[in-house]
């Protein structure tokens, strides 16, 4: 299984998001105008919008730039496609001295998911996925690894052997990391953060579906987003009413189309197959951080463990579409619902 799909389907459900533009009585000269500015860009493999309101233009795009800079700082960071990125040469040598703050940062927090989760969310799953997409990669048998060999990787695959000690990171032999479910929230953050910094108040940033939304629309209302229909209509699943919160959401949407599809692009770290008991998994939290990593372990988990999950979490809810296309709620879902 390619690790760049992984990153790509992590984001599969788009947030859509419904705000029309409103304008100030431009008859009142004491008042200034409030008005949208977005730029959108590809960065992390993926499309990142970020949309702020403001009330000078230069103000708004110089603002967008520097938060635009968080995530080319992220990526540069922890991209697994850049030789040099602090991950590359972690995964290249086995150990780094004086890693970035911010990746350290990114890779404790990796570590919290993956206890909560008993191990569902685990950045050192990369053997596998490496695993997998050597097989069906030119040379391969383009036939699935048989039990031995994935229960030999699974070896490798074990958030306890990444060991942070200051700034030092150092892993077990022949391990590896990934953070294609965890770095892009975290760059979105990053970004959110830049915002506020500069006096923006209301806007969102939303990088290929992980998005987090601060302060009210042009409408002076939270945000609405739209959570993807499997049926890819237009009709959404639902619509979230979301301010000062993140959404994101993981999922396998081909399962809904092809019922003989066995492979996910999310892998399960404890068994090294892919999940295959729900179509998507979205989750609410006060950051993007959060909702990426926690989604990315709900989808693993399934239906009845996520749910647990998530319900052992304060401020945080998700939507579960299961395999059978049911809609499972945790219990404050429905406060967000419009």
């Not at 533009?21 to 000269?29: A, E, L, P, R, Y």
């Not at 350290?104 to 050192?124: H, M, N, P, Q, W």
């Not at 032999?173 to 953070?179: A, G, H, K, T």
């Not at 629309?217 to 993807?228: K, S």
Request: net charge negative; charged share 20%.
């Amino acid at each position: 299984m390619n690790p760049k799909i992984v990153l790509s389907f992590l984001a599969i459900v788009l947030l859509s998001i419904y705000a029309a533009t409103v304008f100030n009585d431009q008859n009142n000269d004491e008042t200034a105008l409030t008005m949208p500015f977005s730029e959108t860009r590809s960065v992390m493999g993926t499309i990142v919008t970020i949309n702020v309101l403001d009330t000078n233009e230069t103000h708004a795009f110089e603002s967008i730039d520097r938060a635009f800079n968080e995530i080319y700082h992220v990526d540069e960071l922890m991209s697994s496609y850049k030789n040099e990125s602090q991950l590359s040469i972690l995964n290249r040598q086995g150990y780094l001295d004086d890693a970035d703050p911010d990746f350290v940062y990114v890779l404790e927090r990796s570590k919290y998911y993956s206890e909560i989760s008993d191990g569902a969310f685990d950045v050192t799953i990369k053997p596998i996925l490496d695993l997998w997409s050597d097989k069906y990669s030119p040379g391969g048998t383009y036939m699935p690894p048989t039990t031995d060999e994935i229960n030999e990787t699974l070896q490798l695959v074990d958030y306890s052997g990444i060991v942070i000690e200051g700034g030092s990171i150092s892993l077990r032999p022949n391990m590896s990391v990934i953070l294609g479910g965890i770095a892009k929230g975290y760059s979105v953050d990053r970004a959110i953060e830049s915002l506020k910094i500069d006096g923006i108040t209301n806007g969102f940033v939303n990088a290929g579906g992980d998005g987090r939304f601060i302060g009210l629309n042009e409408e002076n209302a939270p945000w609405v987003i739209g959570l993807q229909n499997p049926d890819k209509n237009e009709e959404a699943v639902t619509r979230m009413a979301i301010s000062d919160m993140a959404v994101a959401t993981s999922g396998n949407y081909e399962r809904y189309f092809i019922d003989a599809a066995k492979v996910s692009h999310i892998s399960d770290p404890r068994t090294g197959y892919s999940a295959q008991e729900l179509i998507s998994a979205t989750v609410i939290a006060d950051t993007a951080i959060d909702a990426d990593a926690l989604a990315t372990a709900v989808f693993v988990l399934g239906g009845d463990e996520g749910v647990e999950m998530i319900e052992e979490l304060d401020g945080v809810e998700c939507l579960i579409i299961t395999g059978d296309k049911e809609i499972i709620c945790s219990s404050g879902f429905g406060e967000y619902e419009i």
